[in-house]
């Protein structure tokens, strides 16, 4: 059964009806031309007919077998086939949709290598840009993610670089400016994990000078003014970069402005 | 002269393409087979402008002859002997120069094999298929990527050489050329395809003349990818060796059809099925080599509005597209007679198994599709730039190998059309127990998290299934056992499970740290000391090699190092790795002593399995190896599938090492279905 279901046969035979066929005609030609008297003509003509005959049924039975062979075309199970992929497809969509984001200078369409901790943290700095301008969008909630993926960041630097103090300091930071941007209850408990971090930088290096600022800055908002120009104080001027120079001219002014004004106030 | 010869030997393998083409599709038509065997002259002369271009390209490489533009922009007089020969494929032009020699050799090898059959149409269209691709390539080379311009260079001008990256690592001289006849070899299969689709001869006698070829160009893939994955994880320094970037994604989508393809046609073999299928999954496999050629070398990666502006790109776009609409067009128009008689009786068979794999490696293709070309596409509609990261790609396709791996385990084992619950307990009984000891012996040395512990589990009951069935052939074959598709098959399976077991251990338990370390401090990490011992500096012409020497558990010293190439602006580092049949420590250099700074900051990169990753793609390999000779010839009185209920008496001389049969448990051990007609 196979065997006469087989398409490569019933190419066969429909190469030989053509070919048959051909001859025919080839014969036809002959026979006007004088090539090829009548009693050939005649005998030849019946022969290849014969033989197209046989040919031409054999391929009809084929067809008719082929045809009967076959089960019947499920509409409902094509469509069900159908929907099945679709869902699959938009599935797929959805989930890699969720699974993008925006492409970053350097990166590629797509996957990612591990990084090391300078691009980790330049990537961290990204991220914060991104919150910064969703705030001043007014995109509240855009922020608040671009914030978290920063944080995400730089738990990845100090995974791969425990006593990365630029990760600690920045992580710290970006709690701290979360704090800004939530309610009370809230900000304080942020504000004093953002604390903790900034003690932890500073704890590994007493140096680094971003670290100082930012906790002075977080002192002040306590109003702890003698701590604030305690850090402050221990800031080496020369490591401080140029876009943090006005913050700290107005920490300090804020400083001074709340230590006179504490003593002041108990003179 | 360079340029010349380069130019006559373009020129020849484009004309003699064309006309070939054109002669064999006359003669086909026209049914003049003097006219169709013309096709080996065509042949032989197209794989001639191939040679031509290649000696001509290399010999300008070699000389430094800056008056080609190809050398030009890529050569230097500073480039190592054997990067300098490999800096042929370094580069788009080159690489197309490359495909096309290539192709013009497969060209050859199908008309040296085919001698006796070159004016059966068959053979002929698909002749003529491989020369209308060949045309396409010449044609590239001829116009939109011609590596053989003439250009004029200033007095003592030298090139900036290749790319600092691909001058790092001898893999650079084997991983490309080992794609690309994978990727190339995918055409003969895919003009038989065709062959068949016009010719209506869509039965098996196609499928039978190229599965060898196929297997062949399988395997070139497998190898191409593996050494790719090698070359990345020395080069690059990441500390890993597949990032689901868009050149890894470009190899591995033909490779997953491809794969599907080698599974699926052995139901349309045995049993005349899937004949739309395995025609797609050909087509789609060979037009994934296109597309992926496509995001890698028309410069749509780095913008999409790039491409149009890229030599290459339309063209390339233009070419997909017309492998798609003809191959959905032919297998419209044969669309009555590819419909397959037959149906599958059950689910849990052999031929069952098979369609489930094929399920699975195809949803496997289309979730790395969806994520190589969402970013592209999403860049086209509304300009947004955006990127698919790596845990996409993991959610989907770490339960989809899982999958795999289960399906690895059963499908071997399984008879066709039907397989009994004794039977399947019988056959899978020590495969059970040895996936079972496994995920024990894993979570004993430390896995955890439920796809490690699956892997583990799942592989060991691969590795047994595999080996199982290795076994019983070479019982009854002897050394023939191994040999044949379907034991040769057996050896890739178990290469595929050394593999996936060392991506599980791998990707699970890696430690990764930032170390910095003075002269002659050491640090403890994962389980290792790391001892810096000092600072190299050497300047090796092409470039100066900035090395730090660092001793791992006291061997080395290990040296990765920062190299400055003498015309590349940026630095590159080389990592250094150290490899057990354990673990890799593998070193990156990330800052070097400067100034009053004296201290290095090393990154360290540990992973278990890794050399077995290599291992496994060498098993795979032989595995191919043994599976394209011929195995042992069916003998015509076994049977092609699960005999009916009643008639087990009668079993033939063939009978399973002379046992007699066991009442009740007769199809519980016959082992025939596994073996295969010699190709």
Request: with cysteine; hydrophobic share 45%; aromatic share 8%.
């Amino acid at each position: 059964m196979r065997r006469r279901l087989d398409p490569d046969a019933l190419a066969a035979l429909e190469e030989e009806r053509d070919f048959l066929l051909r001859s025919l005609d080839d014969l036809e030609r002959e026979h006007d031309a004088g090539d090829v008297d009548d009693d050939d003509y005649a005998e030849l003509k019946d022969d290849y007919t014969a033989r197209a005959a046989t040919v031409l049924r054999a391929i009809d039975d084929r067809r008719a077998l082929a045809t009967s062979a076959r089960a019947p075309r499920s509409w409902g199970r094509t469509a069900v086939a159908l929907c099945v992929v679709a869902v699959l497809a938009t599935g797929v969509g959805w989930l890699v949709f969720r699974g993008s984001d925006s492409r970053a200078p350097g990166q590629g369409i797509s996957g990612d290598t591990r990084q090391d901790s300078a691009n980790l943290l330049l990537e961290a700095q990204q991220h914060t840009g991104q919150a910064t301008q969703a705030l001043q969008r007014g995109d509240g909630q855009g922020a608040l993610e671009a914030y978290k993926k920063a944080i995400e960041t730089y738990d990845k630097v100090l995974e791969i670089s425990p006593r990365n103090v630029e990760a600690m300091t920045y992580r710290g930071w970006v709690i701290n400016t979360i704090a800004t941007n939530t309610d009370a209850a809230a900000a304080s408990q942020l504000v004093d994990e953002a604390r903790q971090w900034l003690d932890r930088a500073i704890a590994t290096d007493p140096g680094y000078a971003d670290a100082r600022v930012f906790r002075a800055i977080l002192e002040r908002n306590a109003r702890d003014f003698a701590a604030a120009q305690a850090d402050l104080d221990a800031v080496d001027t020369s490591q401080i970069p140029s876009y943090m120079q006005n913050m700290i001219d107005s920490v300090r002014r804020d400083v001074q402005a709340g230590v006179g004004g504490s003593s002041s106030a108990s003179g | 002269m360079n340029v010349a010869l380069g130019r006559a030997g373009v020129t020849l393998g484009l004309a003699a393409a064309v006309l070939g083409a054109v002669t064999v599709v006359y003669g086909l038509v026209r049914k003049k087979p003097e006219l169709v065997r013309l096709s080996r002259a065509y042949s032989v002369l197209v794989l001639l402008g191939g040679v031509v271009a290649f000696a001509a390209m290399e010999h300008a490489l070699i000389t430094r002859d800056f008056t080609v533009r190809y050398v030009y922009d890529n050569g230097s007089t500073k480039t190592p002997a054997l990067y300098n020969f490999a800096t042929l494929w370094g580069a788009l032009e080159g690489s197309i120069i490359l495909w096309g020699t290539i192709l013009g050799g497969y060209l050859v090898a199908v008309v040296v094999k085919f001698r006796k059959r070159l004016d059966d149409p068959l053979v002929g269209w698909a002749l003529a298929t491989m020369l209308v691709v060949a045309g396409f390539f010449f044609f590239l080379l001829a116009g939109p990527a011609n590596p053989f311009e003439s250009v004029s260079p200033a007095p003592g001008y030298d090139g900036p050489g290749p790319n600092p990256l691909l001058q790092n690592h001898p893999l650079m001289a084997f991983h490309p050329p080992m794609l690309y006849l994978g990727y190339v070899g995918f055409t003969v299969p895919f003009a038989f395809a065709i062959a068949a689709l016009v010719t209506g001869r869509v039965g098996e006698g196609w499928l039978l003349a190229t599965r060898r070829w196929t297997l062949i160009a399988w395997g070139f893939l497998t190898v191409g990818i593996v050494l790719g994955s090698w070359w990345s994880y020395e080069v690059l320094g990441w500390g890993g060796y597949w990032a689901w970037d868009p050149v890894e994604n470009a190899s591995f989508m033909p490779w997953l059809t491809g794969t599907a393809y080698i599974h699926s046609v052995m139901v349309q073999e045995r049993r005349g099925m899937l004949r739309v299928w395995n025609l797609s999954l050909l087509c789609a496999t060979f037009a994934l080599t296109i597309l992926g050629t496509f995001i890698t070398r028309s410069g749509v990666l780095e913008s999409v509005h790039a491409f149009t502006e890229s030599s290459i790109g339309p063209a390339l776009l233009v070419f997909f597209s017309l492998i798609v609409l003809t191959t959905v067009g032919l297998i419209g128009w044969r669309g009555d007679r590819l419909r397959s008689p037959g149906r599958i009786d059950s689910p849990i068979s052999r031929e069952g198994a098979f369609l489930a794999n094929n399920v699975l490696f195809g949803a496997f293709a289309f979730v790395v599709l969806m994520g190589t070309i969402f970013p592209l596409v999403i860049e086209a509609i509304n300009d947004d730039r955006i990127s698919v990261g790596t845990p996409y790609f993991n959610r989907m396709t770490i339960p989809l190998s899982l999958t795999l791996l289960f399906l690895m385990a059963v499908a071997p084992v399984l008879p066709w059309r039907k397989a009994s619950g004794e039977l399947l307990r019988h056959r899978l009984l020590w495969p059970a127990w040895i996936g079972a000891a496994a995920m024990v012996v894993g979570v004993a040395l430390g896995a955890r998290g439920v796809g490690a512990v699956l892997a583990f589990g799942f592989g060991g009951f691969a590795a047994g299934s595999a080996g199982r069935q290795i076994v019983l052939a070479t019982r009854r074959q002897g050394w023939r056992g191994l040999v044949g598709r379907a034991n040769g098959g057996m050896v890739v399976h178990i290469g595929v499970v050394v593999i996936a077991v060392a991506v599980a251990a791998s990707g699970s338990f890696v430690r990764q740290a930032e170390l910095t370390l003075e002269p002659g401090q050491s640090a403890s990490f994962a389980g290792h000391t790391l001892t810096y011992e000092g600072q190299q500096v050497r300047d090796e012409g092409a470039k100066v090699v900035n090395q730090a020497l660092i001793r791992i558990d006291g061997t080395g010293p290990w040296g990765p190092s920062l190299n400055k190439f003498a015309n590349g602006s940026q630095t590159i580092g080389t990592p250094s790795v150290r490899s057990t049949l354990t673990d890799d420590v593998a070193l990156s250099l990330i800052q070097v002593p400067d100034g009053d700074r004296t201290s290095i900051t090393v990154r360290v990169t540990i992973q278990p399995l890794v050399i077995w990753l290599w291992i496994g793609g060498a098993v795979m390999a032989l595995g191919t190896l043994l599976a394209v000779f011929p195995g042992r010839r069916r003998n015509p009185i076994d049977p092609v599938s699960a005999p009916l209920p009643g008639a087990r008496a009668g079993r033939g001389p063939s009978g399973r090492e002379g046992v007699a049969p066991r009442p009740g448990r007769a199809d519980v051990d016959d082992e025939r279905d596994a073996e295969e007609v010699p190709v």
